[in-house]
């Protein structure tokens, strides 16, 4: 039944932002390159199996692989003509970015059911509905379940490591669920390399479990060396491109250490220390600002106290650590913490509270089930952003029914996936060919890139244009830091051009979108229209 609930939940608004004729790209921006290279890389029935791009670890890749080429065979998935036309390319990619939508959806709910009954073999069966809920509700992890990317399949493979760690203080077999520990770690791994972390938890149980049992250290030491090296040895089985093409690999990897070492532009500039940005807006908004503050009392409490819950506290803490040091804080990093934090709700569902006077215990008890409703509450708000037209495609409707044909718009930087469809290759991975293809685009207006260089006030001076359409993931960092190019540019703004029209979907109570993390971003940008004086 809770698999149900999570899945059904994470497969309303899984159609967002798919190609169609107006747009060939989704308007996630990692989903093409993601299955150009696991559709058009990879296909291990072919016997194609390096990936040639290790960003990201290679798991993912080959699952959605072995995936889309089954639907494929078995024609569930069109299969692309010889010289295909762009609009065909569209239909194809909307229909494989779905189907891996639902794979990535399946995992999302697995790992809803592994927590509850991690939690449930911790603290009873209450306490295990409440973790699998709080995973099941958590509002960023139900929206990125909708998205072909790795954050939730890493947490998946996260979840079956934590869950391995539990098991094992009961296992007639120690060694072999230490093992299937270690395997899980190492596909975590090899979806995202930072979350092989997980590997602390179970071999942190094994010490302690060894304290009880009072194993020898020659035993413990070779049971930990082993473990460490199955979890090498599922992450070279799973991202095999780190032996059979080595210098690929390390340039990719070496890309994306340098990568979260100095930023991602001015998205984090100025954000303060790693670890409170992460705690909020990250946690606070992902998992849910009352349920964070609930489950750290549950750990405190009740958790911290169980030691078959020490090696999940470890492994979180120092994933945390880690984090926290980079200078890249996406939201969705975060998400390998989300077992541990559901399970701090479910916490406050254990017979062990049963000490504390009943007046406490219920108003707990009761919290816990509050913060449900509220993480159910963020949910439905972020899937009705989802579900209601898109700001950048009512931004298009507007300009189609008001704006004459012939008329001028200038973009402070290069079109991309937040810009309104005005061409429908806005999504292209490289900067110049989305600039190419709109020189090259039959639209009803004159469309200019006051780029590169971005904000460029003299290029704004000097062309003049009728309208000027900005979408908050350009301005909203640059503005934030009050870059000198920025004010520049707005300063001219300013003075020859009045604001329109605004299109955003807020989440109306709780929040204006433009205060969201910048990955849930996606699925509710603003576009602003400026009209000259």
């Known amino acids: 039944m809770l698999f149900g609930v999570a899945l059904g939940i994470r497969l ?7 190609p169609n004729a107006q747009h060939h790209f989704s308007y996630h921006p990692d989903e093409w390159l993601v299955l150009a290279v696991s ?3 990879l296909n291990p029935y072919a016997g194609d199996w390096l990936p040639h791009f290790y960003n990201y670890g290679s798991l993912p ?8 080429h089954w639907l494929t065979a078995v024609g569930v998935l069109p299969v692309l003509p010889d010289n295909p036309d762009a609009l065909q390319v569209a239909e194809w990619r909307a229909a494989s970015h779905f189907w891996a939508r639902v794979l990535v959806a399946l995992m999302g709910a697995g790992a809803s059911l592994i927590v509850a009954r991690a939690m449930a073999r911790l603290a009873g069966k209450w306490a295990g509905w409440v973790a699998g809920l709080a995973m099941a509700f958590a509002p960023a992890f139900v929206v990125h379940s909708r998205f072909q990317t790795v954050d939730v399949p890493a947490t998946f493979f996260v979840a ?13 077999r120690p060694m072999r669920t230490l093992m299937w520990g270690a395997v899980w770690a190492g596909c975590a791994a090899g979806c995202k390399y930072n979350a092989g972390l997980a590997l602390l938890a179970p071999l942190v149980s094994l010490w302690l479990q060894a304290r009880t049992e009072r194993w020898i250290s020659g035993r413990l030491l070779g049971w930990t060396a082993g473990a460490i090296a199955v979890a090498m040895g599922a992450f070279l089985l799973t991202c095999p491109g780190a032996w059979a093409e080595p210098q690929v690999f390390w340039r990719d990897f070496r890309y994306e250490l340098f990568h979260v070492q100095r930023g991602h532009g001015e998205i984090f500039t100025q954000t303060g220390p790693g670890w409170l940005f992460h705690l909020h807006p990250n946690m606070t908004t992902g998992f849910g600002m009352l349920p964070l503050v609930l489950s750290l009392l549950g750990w405190l409490i009740v958790g911290i106290r169980h030691r078959e819950g020490v090696g999940i506290l470890v492994a979180s803490l120092a994933y945390f650590a880690l984090i926290g040091a980079a200078e890249v804080r996406f939201m969705r990093y975060t998400f390998p913490l989300f077992p541990m934090l559901a399970m701090g709700l479910g916490w406050l569902a254990s017979p062990a509270l049963a000490k504390y ?7 707990v008890v009761g919290a816990s089930f509050v913060a449900l409703g509220w993480q159910l509450v963020w949910t439905a708000a972020l899937t009705a952003c989802m579900l209601r037209p898109d700001p950048r495609e009512q931004a298009l409707r507007w300009f189609e029914s008001h704006v004459p044909a012939g008329r001028t718009i200038a973009f402070p930087t290069v079109p991309w996936f937040y810009t309104p469809p005005f061409y429908p290759d806005t999504g292209e991975l490289r900067w110049q060919d989305r600039l190419r293809l709109m020189q090259e685009a039959h639209s009803p207006y004159r469309l200019i890139a006051l780029a590169p ?10 062309v003049q244009p009728d309208y000027v359409v900005i979408s908050d993931f350009e301005e909203r960092d640059v503005k934030r830091i009050g870059r000198a190019d920025y004010r520049a540019f707005t300063a001219i703004l300013r003075r020859d051009y009045r604001l329109v029209r605004v299109f955003r979907n ?9 205060a969201l993390p910048h990955d849930l971003l996606y699925i509710c940008p603003a576009v602003r229209v400026y009209a000259a004086k």
Do not use: C, M
Request: aromatic residues 16%; charged residues 15%; glycine residues 6%.
């Open 12 to 18: 309303i608004g899984i159609g967002w932002g798919l």
């Open 39 to 41: 559709y058009l890389n």
């Open 61 to 68: 890749l080959y699952l959605w692989s072995v995936w889309l």
């Open 160 to 172: 079956l490591t934590l869950w391995s760690s539990v098991v094992l203080f009961s296992s007639a």
């Open 357 to 363: 006077h009943p007046v406490f215990v219920k108003s």
């Open 453 to 462: 260089p971005e904000w460029d006030a003299e290029a704004l001076q000097r």
């Open 506 to 514: 807020d989440l109306h109570p709780l929040i204006r979108a433009d």
